[in-house]
């Protein structure tokens, strides 16, 4: 079963800027730690920015200053709100989630949306 759905992505020029969505469905996942990561073709996968369960967020230095990721555990939500793209940007862009279970980490991810910046 789906777990975490992402949404918000496109085509954007240049400089512009595009919000991503990510909504998990299943109750478990809240309050968890989340992160969104993305990956271009050819290359590995990036983490991006990530959030613990009390709001504090890191980033990656290509993005940092540009990228805000931020949560809304009443909806059981985390976005990606992206400024000042530019081509590197370009990926697909993964929501990403983790809890314990059983003494061990369980990670789920969502099936990621393409974000591609072009003029």
């Known amino acids: 079963q789906v777990q975490l759905v992402e949404s918000g992505g496109g085509l954007v020029p240049p400089g512009g800027s595009l919000n991503l969505s990510c909504v998990a469905s299943?109750?478990?996942?809240?309050?968890?730690?989340k992160a969104w990561y993305r990956q271009a073709p050819g290359t590995q996968r990036e983490l991006v920015a990530q959030?613990?369960?009390?709001?504090?967020?890191t980033y990656a230095d290509s993005v940092s200053g540009r990228f805000t990721i931020s949560r809304d555990d009443m909806k059981n939500t985390v976005d990606l709100l992206m400024s000042n793209l530019n081509p590197e940007d370009t990926a697909v862009y993964y929501c990403?989630?983790?809890?314990?279970?059983?003494?061990?980490?369980?990670?789920?991810w969502g099936q990621g949306t393409q974000v591609t910046v072009a003029s």
């Open positions: 990403h989630a983790y809890r314990g279970w059983s003494g061990r980490r369980i990670d789920y």
């Open positions: 959030i613990t369960g009390t709001g504090t967020a």
């Open positions: 299943a109750p478990e996942l809240k309050f968890t730690p």
